[in-house]
C-alpha cells in the first residue's frame, strides 16, 4: 500500500495511536485530515505537522451522524477526496456490574461502534463507484471474549470486527480494501486509567510502526503484541469453563 502522497483521514488524531500515526504518516509525506473533539489538541498537532505536509484539522463528535457527514464534505472540499480512512476513534470501558449502566453500553457502543459505521457510510458510495480506497477499523485483541469488567467494551470491539470482516468480504470485487487493527494494551491515556497491570504493554510509537509496516505488505488483519495475539487466539478456542475459571482471577494491581 502506497502512502506517500495518500490523503489519508485520521479520527482520533489527537492522543493515543491515532496521534502517533498522524506523525509518522507526516513524515511520509501523506496529506493529513486529522479528526478529534478535542480542537486544542487537534489544532496543535495540526500546526507542528504542518511544516512538513499538508494538515487540516477538523473538530468532529463521531459519535453525531450529521457531523461526520458535514466533516466528510469539507474534508473533499479542502483535499478533493479521501484515499485512506483510518477509523481509529474509541472509548474504554470498566464496568463492574456492580455499577451497570445502560448509559456506559450507550457511550462505548457509540463511540466504538457507530462512529466507525458513520464514516463508512459517508466514505462507501465514491469509494464503490471509483473502484479504490482503503478502510481501515481500530478493533481489539479483546474481541474475541467477555472479559470481566469489560463485556461492553468487548462487545462493541467484536462487533466492530464483525462488520469490518464483513465488508472485506463483499469490497473486494470494488476493490475497496477493509484492514482491521488488533492491539493489545497500548500505552495511551485511555490505558493510563487502568489500575491493573497489562502485560506486554506497548508505546504508541511502537504500535504505529508495527501498523504501518503491516499496511506496507498488504495485511488485511495486524495485530500484536505477537505474544498477546498468541493469548488472544488461544482463549477463543479453550472450552468456556477453562476460560471462566481463568478470566476469574483477579488481575494484579499495578
Not at 27 to 50: F, H, N, T, V
Request: net charge positive; charged share 25%; proline share 3%.
Amino acid at each position: 500500500m502506497d502512502l506517500k502522497n495518500s490523503i489519508i483521514l485520521i479520527t482520533g488524531a489527537s492522543s493515543g495511536i491515532g496521534y502517533q500515526l498522524a506523525k509518522d504518516l507526516a513524515s511520509e509525506g501523506a496529506k493529513l485530515a486529522l479528526i478529534s473533539r478535542r480542537s486544542d489538541l487537534l489544532e496543535k498537532l495540526s500546526a507542528e505537522l504542518d511544516k512538513t505536509t499538508e494538515v487540516h484539522a477538523y473538530k468532529c463528535d463521531v459519535t453525531l451522524k450529521n457531523e461526520v457527514k458535514e466533516t466528510i464534505i469539507k474534508i473533499k472540499q479542502d483535499f478533493g477526496r479521501i484515499d485512506i480512512a483510518f477509523l481509529n476513534s474509541g472509548v474504554g470501558s470498566n464496568a463492574s456490574a456492580l455499577k451497570y449502566s445502560s448509559d456506559e453500553a450507550e457511550k462505548t457502543f457509540n463511540t466504538n461502534v457507530l462512529g466507525v459505521v458513520y464514516f463508512i457510510e459517508s466514505l462507501l458510495p465514491e469509494f464503490i463507484s471509483e473502484k479504490r480506497g482503503v478502510i481501515i477499523g481500530t478493533s481489539s485483541l479483546a474481541d474475541g471474549k467477555g472479559f470481566p469488567k469489560s463485556g461492553f467494551y468487548s462487545a462493541s470491539k467484536a462487533a466492530l470486527t464483525i462488520i469490518l470482516e464483513s465488508l472485506r468480504i463483499e469490497l473486494k470485487k470494488y476493490n475497496v480494501k477493509v484492514v482491521t487493527i488488533k492491539p493489545g494494551f497500548i500505552k495511551t491515556p485511555m490505558t493510563d486509567k487502568n489500575n491493573f497491570k497489562m502485560p506486554f504493554l506497548m508505546s504508541v510509537e511502537k504500535a504505529s510502526k508495527i501498523i504501518l509496516s503491516g499496511l506496507r505488505k498488504d495485511k488485511s488483519i495486524i495485530q500484536f503484541p505477537l505474544a498477546t495475539a498468541i493469548a488472544a487466539n488461544i482463549l477463543k478456542m479453550i472450552p468456556a469453563r477453562w476460560f471462566e475459571f481463568i478470566a476469574s482471577k483477579e488481575p494484579k494491581a499495578k
